[in-house]
């Protein structure tokens, strides 16, 4: 292999695939980065056995072929050179690459491209496409809510459902279940149902470009989901598995609905929480209806021989007087994903679950399981 | 708690984490790879030996063994304090990967779990692809040895992982289970100790074949109606199912002391600290608990455990402490030696303690 490549090119894909570069292994291959000449492009991928990401950047190739090399290694030799033009060309067959720039020049060593774990190709199955934009915003407002820890692996993963041309993600992790409503631009044959891991999701956001339409194809086995971006494709492995029915945890009604500015509502929860630090994260949340629909939410926290903050916020305020407690984190967590001007939070009792969603907007509804407090009075 | 029909033809594996602590320290320091471990208290005090590596096993170590024999045996081992906490993280990493695997997973200790592939596979050939690829997963993932036994019930599983460590990978097919067993030594079985070796043994009983034909009868003028659980468990049958089981059922904390301890400031001082360990624990789970245990153990190895339970169940470290002060003030004699001091609690119930409510899922 020997071709010619921008720093920058080199240095942007390998940005792309690090992600899914094995970090600890025994399989030491899984730490390489493939490199090889497709479709007078140089393509790059990693892959950690779970997700594997590939990308295409443009380069001059002299002379076809494929090599991997430590990924680590070379991206901080990459990372380290000015913008110039930088030659590759491997030394002898499966043994590595010479790396030649402006009064620079370095070798790899490397392996065989052959012993590299081949990179699951999606090839047919069921396929649809999306809007980036709508993708991003949805994985952005979903995969928050996906548990971190390993000991319910289903809800590690956000649950993609598609009927149609309509696209539901949900992810739930016992405390909060954030549920985000899009469109496909494909009608899809039959409805799907599958669980892909948070991790790929937040990949897959992190590296949305541009306004075309990124394809998705599940496997006709439902094993492995691909999203093909712009020069950049995504394979990862399903989680088997059956997600919880989360319908049946979205409240049905309510007894009190506050409108509030989503600003003042996050810097008030934003000064509650450096209190609630000390206090098992605690942050009560008054909802006190006024006349003519005006009302007042007072955000409080206290921390235990430390001190205590209130603040208000005006709010427009239905219904009966409610209160309830949330963790500093959850809130501040879905507040920082709303992205709208106005947010609407709604109530039972202090001790059922809340809900928080855009107003104007039905595509994403946002439930958390308060904290029990003692309220006095 | 979910199982499965145990009338199907199964597929059960048990996957075994090869000297697992041994394994997650040469993990963590690529210094001690090829050499003999030993991982446990101090020789110069009573600790005991918690694991060793295959290395230090050449010498004739073993877990459970006292730290200063087993440095007479292996005098270049190296000697590392447990790292327990370590230990549970890598644990949990494979059994959340077992997990992804299927949905049957029955975690029996820190590094040794059922997999019921039944549901996952239709032939044997499937079944044992999956078993492969766990445990590929387990060593490139993760970097841990397991053996693996596969067989159609839990028991030839067990048997058929254990013939093959390290690094096993041991099938016996449907059918194939007395052509397995027969020839092995009664020992192997697990259920025989040294004392029903014995009996068997001095009976003229070798191997696992020859119990398999015994008659009932014999077996059980042998071993007593365990005669009869053990000729079943011979012919390589255990109709026991897979089965998840998350409940905690108790949370304890005990510590064997490197010197008898008889004075009652330092007792309570331990139970404080065991107490704080326990409640921890507890929070961390969300769990609240409405009995408390005390555990002594006193030089001639007797060992008492009494317990109170509370009008309300508790997570309170002062409330575990209180309760157990109790406990040893009724039950320790004054100026008796105590070799290990242990402060539980069960009875659990699920609240989570910080308040933070949980949805139903």
């Known amino acids: 292999m020997q071709l010619n490549c921008l720093q920058e090119n080199l240095s942007h894909g390998l940005g792309v695939v690090q992600r899914a570069v094995a970090t600890r292994t025994t399989l030491p291959i899984t730490q390489h980065v493939l490199m090889s000449t497709d479709g007078g492009r140089l393509k790059m991928s990693a892959t950690n056995l779970e997700i594997a990401i590939s990308t295409w950047v443009g380069a001059e190739i002299q002379e076809e072929g494929a090599i991997t090399v430590p990924a680590r290694l070379l991206t901080d030799f990459v990372n380290s050179l000015s913008k110039q033009t930088i030659s590759v060309t491997t030394t002898s067959p499966g043994k590595g690459i010479e790396l030649k720039g402006d009064r620079v020049d370095a070798t790899i060593n490397g392996a065989d491209a052959a012993e590299f774990p081949p990179i699951p190709s999606v090839e047919d199955g069921i396929a649809t496409r999306v809007d980036p934009k709508l993708i991003r915003e949805a994985i952005h407002q979903v995969v928050l809510a996906a548990a971190v820890e390993d000991s319910r692996p289903v809800l590690t993963g956000v649950n993609v459902e598609l009927e149609g041309t309509s696209l539901t993600l949900a992810a739930a992790d016992g405390f909060r279940l954030a549920v985000h409503k899009a469109e496909v631009l494909d009608a899809v044959p039959e409805k799907l149902s599958m669980i892909v891991p948070a991790r790929t999701l937040q990949e897959v956001e992190r590296l949305i470009e541009g306004d075309e339409p990124i394809d998705i194809l599940v496997t006709p086995q439902r094993s492995q989901i691909l999203f093909r971006l712009k020069n950049v494709e995504i394979v990862s492995q399903l989680i088997q598995g059956t997600f919880p029915n989360y319908s049946q945890l979205v409240p049905q009604n309510h007894t009190t609905r506050v409108i509030v500015d989503l600003g003042e509502l996050q810097r008030a929860t934003r000064t509650a929480s450096i209190f609630a630090k000390d206090g098992s994260g605690i942050i009560r949340i008054q909802m006190s209806p006024g006349t003519n629909g005006a009302g007042t939410v007072t955000i409080s926290s206290r921390a235990e021989e430390l001190g205590d903050n209130t603040g208000e916020i005006e709010a427009e305020v239905e219904g009966e007087e409610g209160k309830i407690a949330f963790n500093s984190r959850y809130l501040s967590d879905v507040l920082a994903v709303l992205g709208k001007d106005k947010v609407a939070m709604e109530m039972t009792t202090s001790s059922s679950p809340g809900v928080i969603k855009p107003v104007d907007s039905d595509n994403y509804i946002h439930v958390v399981m308060p904290m029990f407090v003692q309220w006095g009075e | ?361």
């Open chain 2, 1 to 361: 708690m979910v199982t499965m029909d145990a009338d199907e033809n199964r597929f059960v594996a048990l996957v075994d984490l090869d000297a697992f602590y041994a394994s997650v320290e040469t993990l963590e320091d690529s210094t001690l790879v090829g050499k003999p471990l030993l991982i446990g208290g101090s020789p110069t005090s009573r600790g005991v030996v918690a694991a060793a590596s295959y290395e230090a096993r050449k010498y004739g170590c073993h877990s459970a063994m006292p730290m200063s024999r087993a440095v007479k045996l292996c005098p270049i081992a190296v000697i590392l304090s447990p790292r327990f906490s370590l230990y549970h993280e890598y644990s949990q990493k494979v059994m959340a990967l077992l997990r992804r695997e299927s949905y049957l997973v029955q975690q029996m200790s820190i590094d040794e779990a059922y997999v019921d592939l039944t549901s996952m596979a239709k032939t044997w050939d499937e079944a044992e692809g999956l078993a492969h690829r766990m445990q590929g997963r387990i060593r490139l993932d993760l970097g841990l040895p397991a053996s693996v036994g596969l067989a159609s019930n839990k028991l030839v599983a067990k048997v058929a992982c254990e013939t093959g460590k390290p690094e096993g990978f041991v099938v016996v097919r449907d059918g194939q289970e007395s052509a397995f067993l027969d020839g092995l030594m009664v020992r192997a079985l697990p259920g025989i100790g040294p004392q029903s070796a014995q009996k068997l043994r001095n009976s003229g009983f070798a191997t696992l074949g020859q119990i398999a034909c015994a008659s009932l009868h014999t077996m059980m003028n042998i071993l007593g109606p365990y005669g009869a659980v053990i000729q079943r468990r011979a012919r390589g049958e255990d109709p026991s199912p897979v089965t998840t089981d998350h409940e905690t059922k108790s949370v304890s904390a005990e510590e064997t002391f490197a010197e008898d301890v008889s004075d009652g400031q330092s007792l309570a001082a331990e139970i404080e600290r065991l107490s704080k360990r326990v409640a921890e624990s507890l929070s961390n789970h969300g769990l609240v608990a409405r009995t408390i245990t005390l555990k002594l153990r006193n030089t001639e190895f007797l060992t008492i455990t009494r317990s109170s339970s509370r009008d309300r169940s508790t997570a309170d470290v002062e409330a575990i402490v209180a309760d157990a002060l109790h406990l040893l003030g009724v039950n320790w004699v004054d100026g008796d030696p105590v070799r290990l001091i242990g402060v539980g609690a069960s009875n659990l119930r699920l609240v989570h303690a910080t308040g933070q409510l949980t949805m139903d899922i």
